[in-house]
């Protein structure tokens, strides 16, 4: 249930509400804007206590929430949420790029990686230190030691660190090395993980799970919230259908859908969701056009030579184009997207 107050609300106002909502065990969520601050009310047989709302003289009107995701809906929160990540962010009308191996294979490998992907004015390193795959006998990363090289490269050259985690074990780990912590479209719904995450100091990156509808993405990013971090960035990743052609399919209309039904900035992981590499450049240009806030791209000095994924890799080349297109392109248009 959102709770509407007058115009010129004083902070005593919003006291009543709140301790009105709390004196029936109810959670609250506050959001101020510019005309008029929003309040959600969240609790079991919420509705029932209505009268006892409407009869503060502060409260202009109840709005119903019907859907099942409430702090993540645009009605909780109407504004668009921005994720600040030290002197980078993520939404507010910026389009970031989050570039790097799909795996950390070596010191040298990641030098290479953070001094072309810097000189770019990439702002977000990627990669793998544990690494989700689908056979056992495949390269897995290199764990802690993945981590710490991420954390050193990134440190030399100004960048902030993207990476998966596994397990809620490691997480720990991942506060010290980490600024970005991201949840593979594996992990999407293990709740034990977002339970945790959601008591993180750090943002997370939200991926799609590739067999998952709209609405459980987005009650995922609401176990987040719920448990406290309110931090979220939703990744569209691809999902399976009956194509071959592709890896997954780009779900694209997922983004202006979901920027319509929440606040939380969206962006789009061009390598998992094509699995082909001469597709992300045309693709990147139309996920601008989308509005979406980024894009995740998988770059390896070699893809040939990767650990891991280097079919829908580019290499230093195939990425500078690509990113040199997509941000002229987003310099063209970007006002009128965002308007």
Request: include cysteine; charged fraction near 25%.
């Amino acid at each position: 249930m959102i709770v509407v107050l007058k115009p010129r609300t004083t902070d005593e106002d919003i006291s009543k509400v709140v301790k009105l909502a709390k004196e029936f065990g109810f959670d609250v969520n506050i959001s101020k804007g510019a005309e008029k601050t929003i309040i959600g009310i969240i609790g079991d047989n919420v509705y029932e206590r209505r009268d006892s709302f409407e009869a503060l003289s502060c409260v202009e009107k109840i709005v119903a929430v019907l859907k099942p995701f409430k702090l993540v809906s645009r009605e909780f929160h109407p504004g668009d949420t921005v994720i600040n990540i030290g002197d980078a962010e993520i939404g507010n009308g910026n389009f970031e790029f989050i570039a790097g191996p799909c795996s950390v294979e070596s010191m040298k490998q990641m030098e290479m990686e953070a001094e072309f992907l810097s000189g770019l004015g990439v702002k977000f390193l990627r990669g793998g230190a544990f690494k989700p795959r689908t056979s056992p006998y495949s390269f897995r990363g290199l764990g802690v030691k993945g981590l710490k090289i991420l954390r050193k490269v990134a440190n030399e050259h100004g960048m902030k660190v993207v990476s998966e985690i596994m397990s809620e074990q490691d997480l720990d780990l991942f506060e010290e090395y980490v600024d970005v912590i991201q949840v593979g479209a594996r992990s999407m719904q293990n709740f034990r993980l977002l339970e945790k995450l959601g008591g993180s100091t750090k943002p997370i990156l939200l991926k799609r799970g590739f067999m998952s509808t709209i609405e459980e993405w987005l009650l995922a990013a609401e176990y987040l919230f719920h448990h406290g971090n309110d931090r979220v960035i939703l990744c569209e990743r691809g999902i399976r259908t009956f194509e071959k052609y592709t890896r997954n399919t780009l779900d694209i209309s997922a983004i202006p859908l979901v920027k319509n039904l929440s606040h939380l900035p969206v962006i789009v992981d061009l390598s998992h969701s094509t699995g082909r590499r001469d597709l992300i450049r045309p693709l990147s240009k139309v996920v601008v056009v989308s509005g979406a806030d980024g894009a995740m791209i998988e770059v390896h000095p070699d893809p040939e030579k990767a650990l891991s994924d280097g079919q829908q890799s580019l290499n230093f080349e195939e990425f500078e184009v690509t990113y040199r297109a997509s941000m002229k392109l987003y310099q063209m248009i970007g006002e009128f997207i965002w308007s």
